[in-house]
């Protein structure tokens, strides 16, 4: 059974920091290529970064300078790192594992990250 498990979301003021992790099981972690989306009430789910299985990266614009994303792959985990954060960061964020060879297409369950004074 595959599970995709968030954590480190949190309310944080504008300017602030937070670490996200996402936590993979179930899959051969180092094979798949992992990214962090979010979903602000009333907006469709965006793609913030993405890390692929040969450790290349892409961020969406509005993140580029501010966000890092990464993997250990010896713990079966991807990361976001998010520095000044701004109360358009506002979102669900949700982890996603996807193999472009064998189909695979994982979520997570989400977690809440609130950028708010």
């Known amino acids: 059974q595959v599970q995709l498990v968030e954590s480190g979301g949190g309310l944080v003021q504008p300017g602030g920091s937070l670490r996200l992790s996402c936590a993979a099981s179930g899959i051969i972690f180092s094979i798949y290529n992992m990214g962090w989306y979010r979903q602000a009430p009333g907006k469709q789910r965006e793609l913030v970064a993405a890390i692929t299985s040969g450790f290349s990266t892409d961020y969406v614009d509005s993140v580029k300078g501010r966000f890092t994303i990464s993997r250990d792959n010896a713990k079966n985990t991807v990361y976001l790192q998010m520095n000044s954060l701004k109360p358009e960061d506002t979102a669900v964020y949700y982890c996603?594992?996807?193999?472009?060879?064998?189909?695979?297409?994982?979520w997570g369950q989400g977690t809440q990250v609130t950028v708010s004074s």
């Open positions: 996603n594992a996807k193999q472009p060879c064998f189909g695979g297409d994982y």
